[in-house]
């Protein structure tokens, strides 16, 4: 049976006969919402109602636990934050500690990242030792670091002394209360931005370094050259990720300095726990949190709109 | 000797030293641990004169047989355990079910809700703590396990996560399922969830250490003692560190809520590392 | 056993439209094998028979009735695919046992279907092992055992042996044409290798651009190509195909002329030619021959030695490159000149828009 060759028609854009929402289509939408309700009840819930609410509350004169002040304040207490010395104290200082800790972070995490990646038992133990310190908990972390810093029973005080100076009194001292928070964080959070350079490195095809070995190429040229830009993205990534986090600084700042001294280690999140759960103002504590989740927000964006212009040059 | 092998040679030497350099700073760093340690098995009056030495002589385990009897560490640790556990197994169920409607299935508005829950992942815990703090109040449900593990358990980087790695299974697999006559639930359940392991292990690490480390919710939503999870407790002991406790019971405790995490680090690192690698890709 | 028919059967994507107008019937244990090049849609086509895309205009029907709303899994099909798609954390017994599980068969009845596919497919001494410990011959045994045990009314194979080696598809083969005789069942077969095609089917349909160029039997094809396409798809080496101009017609008989001005004599459908029409020859390698006093010459530029048979690549005094197929242990030198005489066998004739003018029975003078 041999078919006539076909005359191929050309293409139209003919409607379909058939309605797309067949009854197949539709069972597995039903399945979908299935599968998807769990997450979503839990998700609008206890992060999309509650972050809508916080707004509400943020318009209210709030009290933590006299039901009877909720009072329509409208813009009120975004006018009072405007005026508030202490706010500003407290943007400034948590700018400050990302000035601080985000550079050092990572460029830290990156040398680190590049001095464990390849092979050896010495490299593991060391990468090992590295990671380690980001699990434990800010609590165990602010108790160690508390310790080690202590003008009296510390680590790094004897080694002054033995040097014949005088040991600084890091956590009490307003030059250096905010450093010190920044070097407790340092070595809390290096772990995360170095595995993930550690993956940025170690996707590198080994074939761009070995073309370079034979283009006879230095050291410090092949990290400028090839390293760096194949890990640009990750970069960026770290770099976001760091912005975001650090702004969000508390379990260090309340439990090593609690804000001291004279307020020289007050950070934003401190501020809106104190303003919240010792001035029981949770109107008001919300309307910083409010300031607080626009200044990250721009920041990231920020960064992220920065990185994709560097991408495009 | 050749150019090039005086450069080798001289690469050996400053490869070498570069690695004795990180060992060096590696030690440095690991330092304060061993300190920490060394002091947790030292006599409390010992410490009272002196905290320095990394070897702990004079050696006691009194600090952490005290633990047991007189503080409220283990009961701290069992709130943890319970907590951790929990809201671990539900970010699982919740997020693999999510991601995998996510990854395969169609429904309407897909694109919308796609969108909303990565909108969330730009929401800070800080944002929401205290509405959450208020509503839990409304409902009384604060001092429970209920209130420290539910706020945490829709995380859209969860979802997103079991998301990325369900599109990775080919296709095919579940059109061979489907003329199978495997249902969508059998099909997520018999052949998705098991080919998922590795993505369903590093989600359910980080969110255990993320659950036993979570600090600032505790904080305020658990005010009794008796409810407080480990590192809350160790939080709420260091403002008296100049008193009663006694630095030896005090760096026992430290240790002590630290020894599950660590444990658990150290035979799962290898699976953080390549958590870490899988959701630097997005 | 059940036939299929295609009634046309058309799929779009948006305004893209990948398969236009698509109708073919497909018989009782009949093995029918579509084929064609990358994306000419014959594994959309396979799929749409399959149920796992939605057909956007047209019918299927599979035993005689419409299945596009039915969902692929109550069609009564099995599909082999090309990438296999074995559950790889069961093990063999467990991925052939899976679907017949699925929808409550009982143990008894499941353990004997597998026992008689593992029997057919030498599967035995694999049963318990899971497929990353296997080959990929091993594991396309394995999906095709998968298959069996659902005893559908439609088999259908997506490229299935793509994957493999040379050799082992050589083995796949004829043991796929082993299994549809043992089997007797419907089989739809996919690939875009025309050797399978040939080998394998008792009628292939030539897809390109979503469009069936020709359905026949495989000889048929051979010898009756429709058009330029399917005369240049099937057979291997390619059809020489040299161009030309008719110099005469009258009736049955033609004369073209080619290549230097070489005439050949053709027998073409009557009416079909006339003088001065341009058209191309189509000569299969194994109709030329190297003969002192030929009336083509060439060039030789390359000389394939297959032990049996030699196949000398030559440019032609037109510049046109042609393949023939030798039989001769000394076959002429490399950068030498040859001439060429053409043999008897079937000559092709095409017209300026590539249909095949050539008398069905022959193109013989």
């Excluded at chain 3, 396309?140 to 050799?167: C, H, K, M, T, Y």
């Excluded at chain 3, 009416?271 to 001065?276: E, L, M």
Aim: aromatic content about 10%; glycine content about 8%.
């Amino acid at each position: 049976m041999t078919a006539a060759p076909q005359v191929r028609t050309l293409p139209l854009a003919e409607p379909r006969t058939r309605a797309p929402r067949s009854p197949a289509r539709r069972r597995e939408g039903l399945t979908a919402f299935l599968f998807l309700a769990p997450f979503l009840a839990v998700y609008l819930l206890f992060l999309i109602y509650p972050f809508f609410k916080g707004i509400w509350i943020s318009l209210h004169d709030w009290d933590l636990m006299d039901d009877s002040i909720r009072e329509w304040w409208g813009f009120l207490n975004y006018s009072d934050l405007w005026a508030d010395p202490i706010f500003w104290q407290a943007t400034r200082n948590t700018l400050y500690f990302v000035a601080l800790t985000v550079p050092s972070m990572t460029v830290l995490s990156l040398l680190l990242a590049l001095a464990v990646s390849g092979g050896g038992r010495v490299r593991a133990v060391c990468r090992t030792i590295f990671l380690m310190s980001s699990v434990f908990s800010v609590t165990v972390v602010t108790l160690i670091w508390t310790m080690v810093l202590s003008t009296d029973r510390g680590l790094i005080a004897p080694v002054f002394q033995a040097l014949g100076f005088e040991p600084i009194n890091f956590l009490g001292s307003p030059t250096w209360a905010m450093p010190s928070l920044t070097v407790t964080t340092l070595w809390w959070g290096v772990g995360l931005p170095m595995a993930l350079f550690l993956a940025a490195l170690g996707a590198i095809p080994r074939e761009l370094y070995e073309a370079a070995e034979l283009d006879h190429a230095s050291r410090w040229t092949v990290f400028w050259r090839i390293t760096l830009p194949s890990i640009r993205h990750t970069l960026v990534l770290v770099l976001i990720l760091q912005i975001v986090g650090q702004f969000q600084i508390f379990g260090q700042a309340q439990l090593m300095t609690n804000g001291g001294p004279s307020g020289m280690t007050r950070t934003l999140v401190l501020y809106i726990y104190d303003t919240a759960f010792r001035d029981w103002l949770v109107g008001y504590a919300a309307a910083i949190a409010l300031a607080l989740f626009a200044m990250m927000f721009l920041f990231s964006m920020l960064q992220l709109w920065l990185g994709r212009r560097g991408e495009e040059s | 000797m050749s150019a090039a092998a005086t450069r080798s040679g001289a690469r050996l030497w400053v490869d070498r030293l570069l690695v004795a350099v990180t060992a060096l700073v590696a030690l440095l760093w690991i330092l304060p641990v061993v300190w920490v340690l060394a002091m947790s098995l030292k006599p409390n009056e010992v410490l009272q004169r002196s905290t320095w030495g990394f070897v702990p002589t004079p050696f006691t385990l009194d600090n952490y047989i005290s633990l047991f009897r007189v503080s409220q560490v283990p009961r701290w640790l069992m709130n943890s355990a319970i907590v951790a556990v929990v809201m671990t197994v539900a970010v699982l169920v919740v997020s693999s079910l999510a991601g995998y409607a996510f990854a395969r299935l169609r429904f309407p508005f897909k694109r919308t809700l796609f969108v909303l829950m990565i909108a969330g992942l730009m929401i800070p815990e800080q944002a929401v703590f205290l509405p959450l703090h208020q509503m839990f109040a409304d409902w009384g449900v604060h001092n429970t396990h209920f209130s420290l593990v539910t706020p945490r358990v829709a995380v859209p980087i969860g979802v997103f996560l079991m998301m990325q790695f369900f599109r990775a299974v080919p296709k095919e697999l579940e059109e061979a399922a489907e003329l199978d006559h495997a249902s969508r639930f059998t099909i997520f359940w018999k052949i998705m969830l098991p080919l998922s392991l590795p993505a369903l292990t590093t989600l359910g690490l980080f969110t255990f250490i993320h659950a036993w480390n979570d600090f600032l919710w505790p904080l305020v939503s658990a005010t009794r003692a008796d409810m407080y999870t480990v590192t809350l407790g160790l939080g709420s002991i260091q403002g008296n560190f100049a008193q009663s406790l006694g630095l030896g019971s005090m760096m026992a405790s430290a240790v002590f809520a630290s020894i599950p995490i660590v444990v658990l680090f150290l035979i799962f690192q290898r699976y953080i590392v390549a958590g870490v690698a899988m959701s630097a890709g997005k | 056993m059940a036939d299929v028919a295609l009634r046309g059967v058309s799929k779009s994507y948006g305004t893209v439209d990948v398969i236009h107008d698509v109708s073919l019937d497909v018989g009782h244990g009949e093995f029918v094998v579509f084929v064609g090049p990358s994306g000419c849609g014959k594994s959309t086509l396979l799929r749409m028979i399959a149920g796992l895309e939605e057909v956007t205009r047209g019918d299927v029907l599979i035993g005689g009735a419409q299945v596009n709303d039915v969902a692929a899994r109550d069609r009564g099909v099995a599909m082999v695919f090309q990438n296999y798609a074995l559950y790889p954390h069961m093990s063999v017994r467990e991925n052939m046992a899976f679907g017949l599980r699925n929808i409550g068969t009982p143990r008894p009845e499941v353990d004997q279907r597998i026992a008689r596919a593992a029997e057919i497919l030498q599967l035995d001494p694999y049963l318990d092992r899971k497929p990353r410990a296997m080959s990929g011959g091993q594991r396309q045994r394995v999906a095709i055992g998968r298959a069996i045990v659902r005893e559908p009314e439609v088999f259908l194979f997506d490229e299935p042996l793509s994957n493999l080696d040379a050799a082992l598809r050589v083995q796949m083969r004829t043991e796929i044409a082993r299994l549809h005789h043992r089997l007797g069942a419907t089989m739809i077969y996919v690939t875009h290798d025309q050797t399978e095609a040939m080998t394998m089917a008792d009628r292939i349909v030539v897809l390109r651009a979503g469009v069936i160029e020709q359905v026949g039997a495989p000889l048929d094809l051979y010898e009756r190509p429709a058009n330029l396409f399917v005369a240049g798809f099937l057979g291997s080496p390619k059809m020489n195909f040299l161009q030309g101009r008719v110099t005469s017609a009258q009736g049955t008989e033609a004369e073209v002329e080619v290549a230097g001005g070489v005439r050949l004599p053709v027998r073409v459908r009557a009416g079909a030619a006339s003088p001065g029409d341009g058209v191309t020859l189509g000569l299969r390698p194994e109709l030329f021959t190297v003969a002192p006093d030929g009336p083509i010459l060439g060039r030789i530029e390359v000389v394939e030695q297959l032990g049996s048979t030699q196949l000398a690549y030559a440019t032609l005094a037109d510049g046109t490159p042609a393949v023939a197929e030798l039989r001769d242990r000394r076959p002429p030198a490399v950068g030498s000149e040859a001439r060429f005489a053409i043999g008897p066998g079937i000559r092709h004739l095409f017209d300026a828009q590539g249909h095949a003018i050539t008398l069905p029975e022959g193109g013989l003078p």
